[in-house]
């Protein structure tokens, strides 16, 4: 029997000799800036780890070079601690099933805290270390991507500064509902563009809000294999501050009225505003965190567009799916991505042959916001570029 060890921060109340297992588990988690009792266990994440609780884990689903610690340090992400001990890190519900009586909640994980993974007959299991204890081989993980704590102390599942902005600012319409939104009508002395601390007018039903986002005229998000347009995405360009009501003034006949346009500041700025870009009154923060894990059910599609003006996108940028809601797509879906085999031509015989090679994995996806037919992924990891048209399947 060997002993590997992991390295977390003091046991807080209801983590005392957590598992290894269970805190791998917690360390595959992607989430936004949540509260604990937001980062819910889905039953069949549970149902996993009690049966594999049972045994532990084969020696063959650990990653190859698995250390045998680590201690979590600040800046410490849930899912670059599971990529070091599991080959697959959205598989960390069977971690957790290596020892769930000690780890009752996978998901808080913190700096200072130390895990230990032991191999005993083919399977391994993993625990936190007790006071005292001192693991030998201790590795610190120095991820890659850097990510941030949570509000209770816990580290973050991923990066949060990676989809935080897109979790209120990423907006797919089912109509194009901005056609008809409030817009900028003229902008602080006659600019043809204003940026932060600069004033717009703007006109139209402000609903009484103070707080608004801003956004180009949306844009129609079409599937790539039947052309039908799934949504309209809008395209972010900052905040705005409400400081005057809309009025009216007569006009120098004395009989006319002419309309005086309401008055907003920018407050942020991503891309500057001009003449006829929208606005929408600002929605609750929403950072409720989500788990990674598999489709309950087979699913396949492919990727709509890449956020923002590039062609081809790469590991932490973002992309649009053409799956929503509707099609059992969640946030925390975790999706394999596929790149189709090209077709070529075999010239080897003495009749050339049209050939197609066979289809490659090239990365995988990490689902965060979801719409009705339309849903945005990160991309965890791409071995090729990505483009529009590349497949996604359960991973």
Do not use: C
Request: aromatic letters at 6%; a neutral charge.
């Amino acid at each position: 029997m060997s002993s590997r060890q992991l390295h977390m921060p003091p046991p807080r109340s209801g983590w005392q000799g957590l598992g290894a297992v269970a805190a791998l588990l917690a360390l595959g988690g992607i989430g936004g800036v949540a509260q604990a009792a937001d980062l819910t266990i889905h039953p069949e994440q549970r149902a996993t780890a009690q049966q594999v609780a049972q045994s532990g884990v084969p020696l063959s689903e650990l990653a190859a070079n698995a250390p045998d610690s680590h201690t979590v340090q600040r800046g410490d992400t849930l899912w670059d601690i599971s990529k070091l001990f599991l080959k697959s890190p959205w598989r960390w519900p069977e971690l957790w099933g290596m020892n769930l009586q000690q780890i009752r909640n996978p998901h808080l994980i913190y700096p200072g805290q130390v895990l230990v993974l032991t191999k005993i007959d083919g399977r391994a299991t993993l625990r936190l270390a007790g006071s005292g204890e001192q693991p030998s081989g201790t590795v610190r993980l120095s991820p890659r991507v850097r990510g941030q704590l949570l509000d209770n102390g816990a580290i973050a599942p991923v990066p949060l500064h990676l989809i935080g902005p897109f979790l209120n600012e990423a907006v797919v319409l089912n109509s194009d509902e901005l056609a008809t939104a409030p817009r900028v009508v003229a902008t602080q002395e006659g600019r043809v563009m204003v940026s932060r601390a600069e004033t717009a007018y703007v006109r139209g039903d402000l609903r009484g809000a103070r707080e608004f986002q801003l956004f180009r005229q949306s844009q129609p998000l079409t599937d790539p294999a039947s052309g039908e347009i799934l949504g309209y995405e809008a395209r972010y360009l900052g905040t705005a501050e409400f400081t005057r009501a809309e009025s009216s003034r007569v006009d120098a006949d004395g009989k006319t009225a002419v309309p005086v346009p309401a008055s907003v500041v920018l407050t942020s700025v991503r891309e500057e505003v001009g003449v006829g870009d929208r606005m929408s009154p600002t929605p609750q923060r929403d950072f409720n965190a989500y788990v990674p894990h598999a489709p309950a059910a087979p699913v396949q599609g492919q990727i709509v567009s890449i956020y923002g003006d590039a062609l081809t996108a790469g590991q932490n940028q973002i992309v649009a799916i053409n799956r929503g809601g509707r099609d059992g797509i969640e946030r925390g879906h975790v999706l394999g991505l596929w790149r189709d085999g090209a077709a070529t031509i075999d010239r080897t015989e003495v009749r050339p042959t049209p050939i197609k090679l066979p289809d490659e994995r090239i990365g995988t996806l990490f689902v965060f916001r979801v719409f009705d037919r339309v849903s945005y992924a990160l991309i965890l990891a791409s071995t090729d570029p990505v483009r529009r048209g590349d497949r996604f399947t359960q991973p």
